[in-house]
Every structure is written in C-alpha cells, then in structure tokens.
T-cell receptor, first 113, second 113 residues
Framework: GDSVTQMEGPVTLSEEAFLTINCTYT??????LFWYVQYPGEGLQLLLK?????DKGSNKGFEATYRKETTSFHLEKGSVQVSDSAVYFC????????????FGAGTRLAVHP | KAGVTQTPRYLIKTRGQQVTLSCSPI?????VSWYQQTPGQGLQFLFE???????NKGNFPGRFSGRQFSNSRSEMNVSTLELGDSALYLC????????????FGPGTRLTVT
C-alpha cells in the first residue's frame, strides 16, 4: 500500500541555519504531495503542496520539489527562525481519487536562538 | 472565511461510554475527512464523507462511525470506548471531490479513563 517515510527527529538547529527534512514515498499512480505543520496544541496547517512531478511547492521560505525518479519530497528552508519550531508532516493523497491523506510519522523541529 | 471548527475541544469519557464529536467545514466545502492522531500510531485516516455519503474508510473497527448532514457538517461517533481511543481527533474539509488540499480544524482531544 501507499506509505510515507520521514527522517526521524528531533531536529535541533540554531537560528538562521539551513533546514532539510527528508521525505520519501511509495505510491501507485500519481499522488499529490504535501507538507503540513503542527504547532503545539493546534491542528495541522497546510504548508505547501505539489501535484505532479518536478513541481516545486513553496511558502513562507519553505520549499519542496516533487521528485518522481527518487520518490522524494524533501522540505528545505534557507534560514530557520525560532518561530519555525513545530512538528512537520509529509503526506500524500491516497490512491483512488478521494480525499484520503497518508502521513509520515512527523519530524519535530526545535530552533534555538 | 471562517476555518474548520470542531466541538468540543476537550472531552473526558469513561471506558464503555460512547462519544460524538462534531465538525463544521469551511463554507462551501462538501468533503469532510476524519483522522485520529496518537503518539504511537501517528495520523491515521478514519473516513471521508462527501455529499452525505461515506466514500472511503480507513482500517478502524466498526465502533467508529460517522455521518454528514445536508449542510456538510459532520459528526463522528465512537461507541464502547476503550483506553486506546484516547487521541486527538482531527477533522479536515476540502472543496471538491478531486481536490486533495485539505484544511484541518484544531481537533478534539479525547481522553478515556
């Protein structure tokens, strides 16, 4: 079945450091790919998405490129801030054309001043 | 537009009881999905409703059920609660049956004692 694998956390960085969170997927067909972020005590917020191969999603300085050849969708940010501290989830739309998201385990990011 | 709302935000129940959680989607959104989030299992898809019909269901026992009303509001019910049902239950809404961009509510934190 479809699945998403994320790098394990926590990831601890200093402010202004470069961030990469790895995400790879297994899926039939051509899923859409997403990154969601969850701040403490809150629900999930859509951070960015890509719907086809080679698409680059971007938002708030975060970027991720849909790489079909490596089945990857790695999240990057050039300079993180303390306010980026949260849990990040990679997800794909399940096969079947319906609104079913399959999530990775999540990666906790802690950014220190 | 107002976001996805969920009520109640917090709930404490006893084993064996049943519980009903409510979700109001973003205005105009016809698809509502439910997810369970636990530390051990992560985010798991429960089911999705579109135009009052359940279109997809995850791998949960029959104690978990849901429904959707004509105004797209949705409820999920868990009967005969078990300790393992303690979780954050997230509702997400989407505008179109083939639109995979889902918007999440803040969740209902259910604690079973």
């Amino acid at each position: 079945g479809d699945s998403v694998t994320q790098m394990e956390g926590p990831v601890t960085l200093s402010e202004e450091a470069f961030l990469t969170i790895n995400c790879t997927y297994t899926a039939t067909g051509y899923p859409s790919l997403f990154w969601y972020v969850q701040y403490p005590g809150e629900g999930l917020q859509l951070l960015l998405k890509a719907t086809k191969a080679d698409d680059k999603g971007s938002n708030k300085g975060f970027e991720a490129t849909y790489r079909k050849e490596t089945t990857s969708f790695h999240l990057e940010k050039g300079s993180v801030q303390v306010s980026d501290s949260a849990v990040y989830f990679c997800a794909l739309s399940g096969s079947g054309g319906y609104n079913k998201l399959i999530f990775g385990a999540g990666t906790r990011l802690a950014v220190h001043p | 537009k107002a976001g996805v709302t969920q009520t109640p935000r917090y709930l404490i129940k006893t084993r064996g009881q049943q519980v009903t959680l409510s979700c109001s989607p973003i205005s105009g959104h016809r698809s509502v999905s439910w997810y369970q989030q636990t530390p051990g299992q992560g985010l798991q898809f429960l089911f999705e409703y579109f135009s009052e019909t359940q279109r997809n269901k995850g791998n949960f026992p029959g104690r978990f059920s849901g429904r959707q009303f004509s105004n797209s509001r949705s409820e999920m019910n868990v009967s005969t609660l078990e300790l393992g049902d303690s979780a954050l239950y997230l509702c997400a809404s989407s505008a179109d049956r083939r639109q995979y961009e889902q918007y999440f509510g803040p969740g209902t934190r259910l604690t079973v004692t």
